[in-house]
């Protein structure tokens, strides 16, 4: 039986399964988001690509876009691209699952984890709904100056959205049976994604700011160019790292770092305010005052008082316990009584 083996590093080993289909596509010089998929045009909806496109760019995005675009062909089917760029995507394993955890690792305690969600669909509502775990799990911290305030975030915005955005533009579609993930702990926050680098190195053993850019999936990397999510030329290490250095609370310990083998990448932010000067105001939610989750759970709470987490969560779309978080958060909300008998009152409406 013949055997194959692919460079992982700066040894040689045998190539699994999935490998071995990635080798095939490089023999033909395609890829896995250009192949032709089973799933017609006419099935399918792109409104979060029209109304990416037409904010972005200032014009309509037409039909004929999804051919010139590499996201159909003319025959009317999708690509692998496309159809992961459609509102309901089909390819199931294109998911995002976000954690706040409690404390440092995923064992904190009683209480696991604060927050979780999982996300599905196009991989543009995955950038969306990820940053926005994000940020109502980032909170803010401040320091007075002689004439104002100079604000202190957990996480830098520019650094986690680069990264996102490459975890979904970079991983490897090709591995069945494991997502893209969001991990928040007290100290750090880490995006890992399925399948090492492009190219078999260890980036460990590299220096980030001088690798070229290599792109596993060039279709779906072009359209999150042409929709302002990324760059051609490939700076996203640079990014990631120079979003950091220009914060007044950085230093070289809270500097990004990124490991890799031949089965996943990760990007590991520190977060900035992890173990800061106790004179320094604290724990300022980011973005509390228009938290979107929140003002909805108070308006279901006002026009129904006894109505369940559970039913709050199913139609948020969230889990039960990351609404019981919120309404802690909201502070104005008690559960009188017990059981289906009891309802809900808000203190100071």
């Known amino acids: 039986m013949l055997e194959a083996y692919v ?30 998929s089973t799933y017609k045009v006419e099935d399918f909806a792109f409104s979060k690509l029209r ?23 003319e025959q009317g ?77 957990e996480y830098v915005e520019r650094s986690y959205h680069e990264a996102l955005v490459n975890a979904l533009a970079h991983r490897d579609y090709l591995v069945n ?4 993930h969001i991990d928040i702990y007290d100290d750090r926050m880490e995006i890992y994604s399925p399948g090492g680098m492009p190219d078999g190195s260890i980036i460990q053993d590299r220096d980030p700011l001088t690798v070229p850019s290599t792109r596993r ?52 932010m520190p977060n900035l305010n992890y173990n800061v000067p106790q004179d320094v105001p604290r724990n300022v939610p980011q973005k509390k005052e228009s938290n979107p989750l929140e003002i909805q759970i108070l308006n279901m709470i006002k026009k129904d008082n006894k109505i369940s987490t559970e039913k709050m969560a199913m139609t948020l779309g969230i889990s039960s316990k990351t ?12 559960f009188v009584g017990r059981g289906s008998n009891g309802y809900w009152e808000i203190i100071d409406d």
């Not at 023999?27 to 250009?34: K, M, W």
């Not at 696991?112 to 940053?131: K, M, P, Q, T």
């Not at 609404?323 to 008690?334: A, F, N, Q």
């Open 7 to 36: 460079r992982v590093g700066n040894e040689s080993v045998k190539a699994t399964s999935t490998e071995l289909k990635r080798l095939v596509l490089r023999g033909r010089n395609t890829s896995y988001d250009s192949q032709i």
């Open 51 to 73: 109304e990416r496109y037409k904010k972005w760019t200032g014009n309509s995005f037409d039909e004929k876009d999804l051919i010139s675009f590499g996201l159909a062909n």
């Open 77 to 153: 089917y999708l690509t692998n691209a496309g159809a992961l760029v459609a509102d309901e995507s089909p390819i199931r394993w294109s998911r995002l699952f976000c954690t706040r955890w409690n404390g440092l690792n995923k064992s904190g305690g009683t209480i696991d984890a604060f927050d979780d969600a999982e996300y599905s669909g196009s991989v543009l509502s995955l950038i969306d709904n990820g940053e926005a775990f994000i940020k109502r799990n980032a909170k803010l911290m401040w320091r007075k100056t002689a004439n104002s305030r100079e604000e202190m975030p």
């Open 177 to 180: 049976g494991s997502e893209v």
């Open 217 to 268: 999936n060039p279709v779906l990397a072009d359209i999150f160019n042409r929709l302002g999510y990324m760059e051609r030329k490939g700076s996203g290490f640079g990014k990631i790292i120079g979003g950091y250095e220009f914060q007044i609370n950085y230093d070289e310990s809270k500097k990004p770092s990124f490991r890799s083998d031949r089965y996943q990448f990760t990007v590991v």
């Open 323 to 334: 609404v019981k978080r919120h309404i802690k958060d909201i502070g104005i909300i008690r």
